[in-house]
Nanobody, 114 residues
Framework: QVHLVESGGGLVQAGGSLRLSCAPS????????MGWYRQAPGKQRELVAQ???????NYAGSVKGRFTISRDNGKNTVYLQMNSLKPEDTGVYYC????????WGQGTQVTVSS
């Protein structure tokens, strides 16, 4: 059984920053990739950023240059540094870890006020 614990969400003004963290617990092995998705009210869940075990990264166009995904392999933890936040970044952010199957966190709310 794998459980993901997310932290770091909250309320911030436009232009501000937040850092999300996600740490798994349980039977962790052979993590292929880790990532963050988000879902805004009334919209579909979308990929925000992803990082492979080799360190390759992939970002949504809307967050390139503002968000940075990183990972601590020793702690199996993935981070999302979010700078220059905009109101359109508001949503529930979900962590995902890909092993033999994917595991999802419960989500953390990010609200950016204008």
């Amino acid at each position: 059984q794998v459980h993901l614990v997310e932290s770091g969400g909250g309320l911030v003004q436009a232009g501000g920053s937040l850092r999300l963290s996600c740490a798994p617990s349980g039977s962790i092995f052979s993590i292929r990739a880790m990532g963050w998705y988000r879902q805004a009210p009334g919209k579909q869940r979308e990929l925000v950023a992803q990082i492979t075990s080799a360190g390759s990264t992939n970002y949504a166009g809307s967050v390139k240059g503002r968000f940075t995904i990183s990972r601590d392999n020793g702690k199996n933890t993935v981070y999302l540094q979010m700078n220059s936040l905009k109101p359109e970044d508001t949503g529930v952010y979900y962590c995902v870890i890909y092993m033999l199957r994917d595991y999802w966190g419960q989500g953390t709310q990010v609200t950016v006020s204008s």
